[in-house]
């Protein structure tokens, strides 16, 4: 598709569950990042991917959270265990990769409710 | 702590006039800049950009406008509209296609 497409756009799940959120980046950016939106507030870093380098992991609040890059193309976060305070939207932006400074375009996001 | 900013957590004008949304930043490495929009269940929109060797750069009805020296970002909105409510997010960067780090947001309500 012609811009960052996140699935699914909505999640409801028990407190204890595995999650597991998708992006597909806009193609032919080898720069992808996942943030977090909690209500009313800002973005929040949690992992960055570059080519095939190692991801930048700074960002995830605990070891229940991982993200994988297949192929460099398609992203997953997974959340373990899933929290009541991990209620958030989700979102994945890409943007051209190279070292040069480009804007990040992002996907409508995935909102996440934990009961 | 965090290292970017908004003064005004809300702001109304009216249609028609011009609205301007400011932006406090604390890195003085930082070195791009950007304004997004959201609306709604939507993500982030990417407005305008600029870069630490400029000062002003123009959009369509837009203006950004950066001064290094007081570390301040604001962004300008000629003629707005009922389409501009939403809320606006300046964002930093420390070098290029590094993860962006932002300001809490400022919504933007347009009186029609």
């Known amino acids: 598709g012609a811009g960052v497409s996140q699935s699914p756009s909505n999640k409801v799940t028990e407190k204890g569950k595995d999650v597991e959120l998708r992006c597909d980046p806009i193609?032919?950016?080898?720069?992808l990042y996942w943030y977090r939106q909690s209500l009313g507030q800002g973005l929040e870093f949690l992992i960055y991917?570059?080519?095939?380098?190692?991801?930048?992991k700074s960002g995830l609040p605990s070891d229940r959270f991982s993200a994988e890059r297949t192929g460099g193309s398609v992203s997953t976060l997974t959340i373990q265990r899933t929290q009541q305070e991990d209620s958030a939207v989700y979102l994945c932006?890409?943007?051209?990769?190279?070292?040069?400074?480009?804007?990040?375009?992002f996907g409508d996001g995935t909102r996440l409710s934990i009961l | 702590g965090e290292s970017v900013g908004l003064h005004l957590p809300t702001l109304s004008v009216q249609e028609g006039d011009n609205s301007i949304i400011n932006c406090a930043y604390s890195?003085?490495?930082?070195?791009?800049f950007i304004w997004y929009k959201q609306e709604s269940g939507k993500g982030p929109q990417f407005i305008i950009d600029?870069?630490?060797?400029?000062d002003k750069r123009q959009g369509q009805r837009v203006t950004v406008l950066l001064n290094k020296t007081v570390k301040h970002l604001s962004l300008q909105i000629a003629a707005t509209q009922p389409g501009d409510s939403a809320v606006y997010f300046c964002?930093?960067?420390?070098?290029?296609?590094?993860?962006?780090?932002f300001g809490k947001g400022t919504r933007l309500s347009v009186i029609a």
């Open positions: 932006a890409s943007s051209p990769g190279g070292g040069i400074n480009q804007p990040q375009h």
């Open positions: 193609s032919g950016h080898t720069a």
């Open positions: 991917f570059q080519g095939n380098s190692a991801p930048d």
């Open positions: 890195n003085s490495a930082s070195d791009y």
């Open positions: 600029i870069r630490s060797n400029m």
């Open positions: 964002a930093e960067n420390i070098r290029g296609n590094t993860p962006l780090v």
